[in-house]
Each structure stands twice: as structure tokens, then as C-alpha cells.
């Protein structure tokens, strides 16, 4: 399978840290956020993909990343005008999905994402799965802040972004699995009220179609957008490396 890192947006939470660079770009202890989607992604055994970027420092993922020979995989990169949304940055990779010799089938990791451990059984459970989407879950303390599925008898019955009152713990991580029919939703998705096209009513379409499937991760799982995350990432991941 090929894989996608969306690392566009505004990054506005961390101001004043993103106003002259990429969010994406920042450290989380001793590297550059971006590289850690980057790892979990080869970890899954995919050395193709497509960095979403934008802004106006799209040019300095080119000097860091180059082609990826360095981190033994092979980068692609597309340009996101404006802040659409997380849906907007994903449509721009139809085509190198559909490019690639491999599977129609492919992963998507939000590049504020930083995860421990390894999702090759996500990966190769995904792509046993006949079509549809495969979302990653995660059991935390302040689900308002995510995406968040109610669970019911084993299957996914909602999903609700940011809900000011969650209906359970289970926030919807930043690493999904889609089919290429994802870009045919896209196409018919209208901009929810903060103007941004939802990865949410995404999922909630599969979700619908009875073509959702879910894994719980137990593991350490954070996202890296505001101060507070940020910091907590780049704790965690220090005392990873020192103990
Ligand atoms: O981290 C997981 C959460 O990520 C999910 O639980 C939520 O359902 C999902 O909406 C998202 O919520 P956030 O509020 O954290 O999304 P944020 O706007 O911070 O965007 C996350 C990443 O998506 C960002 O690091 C880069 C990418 N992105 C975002 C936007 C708005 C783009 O590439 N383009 C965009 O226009």
C-alpha cells in the first residue's frame, strides 16, 4: 500500500510558533515533528508517499526531506491552497493513489500524529479488509478535543467531532486506512461550520455503509497541536530514548 501524510493547516493553536514555519516542522524532542509520521509509515511497510503540505514554507519539507532516500523510503508532495480542512488536503492524493501498481487501498497519518509501536497488523488487517475504511482508536482523558466513536455491541454507531459532552473515551487517532472510494465522497462533501471539509464525515459515510472497521491502540498515542500536546510528546519521547 501507498501512504499519505497531511501536514497542511494553519498550525494557528501555536502561535506564535508557526508564524514563520510549518508546524510540521517543529521539534518534538530531538527531531522535526514530520519525521515521526514518517517512521510509523515505513514501520507499516510502506516506502511511497505523499506529503500534503502548504503554506509558505511548503518549500523547506523539500530541503529537509528530499526524495526520502535517507529515511529509505520514496516521497511525493502535493500543494494545499488555503485551510480547507483535513478532507480538502486528503482529495489531492486521487491520483497518486491511483498511480500506484500496488493497491487502491491505502494509509492516511495526520502529521501532528506521533505514535509508539508498530501498526503493521493495522496495515496488513486493513488490507485483508475487502473495501471500506479502518480507523485507530485511542482511550484518553479529554475527548473533547477529538473526534470521538461510540461503540455499541462491537461496531462503531457514531462518531462526533469534538463533542462538547463525549459519548465515550474512545477519541479517533489521526491514522486511517481508506479504499479509493473516499475520493468519490470527498467530491459530494460540503464544509461543516468552521468551513473546513471533516475527516469526521468521512468516516461517519463509511460508518453508514456498515464499511468501518476499528482497532483500539493501547500504546502511547498523542497528537502534537497545541502547547500542551506538544509538550507532552516531546517529554514522552525524551524519556523513550534516556530512560
Ligand atoms: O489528532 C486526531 C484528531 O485530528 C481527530 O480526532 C479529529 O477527528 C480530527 O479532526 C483532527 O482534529 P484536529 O483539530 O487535531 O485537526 P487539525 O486541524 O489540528 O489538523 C490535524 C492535521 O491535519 C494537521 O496537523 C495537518 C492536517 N491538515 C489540517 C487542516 C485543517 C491539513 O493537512 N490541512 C488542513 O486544512
Known sequence: MRGVVLAGGSGSRLLPL???TNKHLLPVWNKPMIYYPLETLRGMGITEILIVTGGDSSGDFLKLLGNGNEFGIKLYYAYQE????????LKLAEGFVDDSKYDSKFIVMLGDNIIRGSLLSFASNFKCQPSGAKILLKEVNDPSRFGVANITNGIITDIIEKPKDPISPYAVTGIYG?????????KTLKPSERGELEITDVNRYYMQQGKLTYEIWEDF???AGTFESLALASKYIKELYNG
Open 178 to 186: 481508506y479504499d479509493r472510494s473516499v475520493f468519490d465522497f470527498i
Open 82 to 89: 488555503g485551510e480547507g480542512g483535513i478532507a480538502d488536503a
Open 221 to 223: 498515542w498523542s497528537d
Open 18 to 20: 508557526t508564524k514563520v
